[in-house]
């Protein structure tokens, strides 16, 4: 497994790929990686002849009282849980590398995509989140990226920039990846949670379940939203950013459930110093 540490290299490898007309999959992640990124890579394997993992947790799409300097960095780690998966290399390139001196370039999505949700609750996010995923897609020239429906609304967006500026990717979404025994969404920031606030955390699959299931009975969502924020509170969550149901991929808000509009619950919620988010199918 090749550690790339420029955009020269991974190009070069790219070349090498295109020149014996071989495909290649890139799957982007912020490192601290877990079973969930591990899937989207294996699914990735599956779906190109080489695949290469970048690692780079993205000033710009951080706020500045968010995580950025607390976000777990465990590039070893990452390495030894890649290196059995056989995969062609790691894209690890340094911030300077990424942002040189002089990097004026901003990408912003302006849309009801990015108006709701986690665009709300985390204003410019997906304007970071743009920018960096489109320097990745045209870096790599990958032919595939795989992204995780665990992050739903990041998904579309991404759908949303690579189409609008016509990258030229196939994007790929990979399903949730959950931990076995509580269905509690895998996620690096789970390594914030202590024990205790990891077994609450581990209840907001359930209500989430629940909630969609009372959409699909027909509840009244309004009731029903306001029965489950209160649950999410009770579990030992402090503040709730959003608890919706919107439809699947223009992301409109749903005041009445049409069962032939597909259309899904989401949440993000704080535990501790986590913030959680959490979708699925209603
Ligand atoms: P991150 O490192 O958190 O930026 O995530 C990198 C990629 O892994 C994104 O496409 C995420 O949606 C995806 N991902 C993170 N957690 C999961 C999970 N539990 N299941 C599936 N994909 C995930």
């Not at 999505?109 to 920018?131: E, K, M, Q, W, Y």
């Not at 919107?246 to 501790?272: D, H, M, W, Y």
Request: hydrophobic share 45%.
């Amino acid at each position: 497994m090749q550690n790339f540490k420029t955009i020269a290299a991974l190009r070069a490898f790219q070349k090498s790929c295109k020149d014996k007309s071989e495909t290649l999959a890139l799957v982007p992640t912020m490192g601290a990686l877990h079973d969930g990124h591990l899937s989207l890579v294996k699914l990735a394997q599956q779906k190109a002849d080489h695949v290469i993992v970048s690692i780079f947790v993205n000033p710009t799409q951080f706020a500045p009282h968010e995580d950025f300097d607390a976000y777990p960095r465990v590039e070893d780690a990452d390495a030894a849980k890649l290196a059995p998966l056989g995969i062609a290399g790691l894209f690890t390139p340094r911030v300077a590398e990424m942002y040189p001196e002089g990097f004026a370039c901003n990408l912003s999505i302006t849309s009801a995509l990015t108006n709701c949700l986690c665009g709300a609750a985390r204003p410019s996010h997906f304007d970071g989140v743009a920018i960096i995923v489109s320097k990745l897609l045209l870096q790599s020239r990958a032919d595939i990226a795989v992204f995780g429906e665990k992050d739903w609304q990041q998904l579309q967006v991404i759908r949303r920039v690579n189409a609008d500026l016509n990258i030229d990717c196939e994007i790929i979404g990979a399903p949730i990846c959950r931990d076995g025994e509580s269905g509690l969404a895998l996620s690096s920031r789970n390594a914030y949670l202590s024990d205790a606030e990891r077994k609450s955390a581990g209840q907001l699959n359930v209500i989430l379940a629940a909630f969609a299931g009372d959409i699909r009975a027909g509840r009244d969502i309004d009731a029903a939203q306001s029965e489950a924020k209160d649950k999410i509170s009770a579990a030992g969550f402090g503040q709730i950013d959003y608890l919706e149901c919107r439809t699947a991929q223009s992301l409109e808000r749903v005041t009445i459930f049409n069962p032939k509009q597909a259309c899904r619950v989401f949440v993000a919620a704080k535990i501790g110093s986590a913030r959680l988010i959490d979708n699925m199918a209603v």
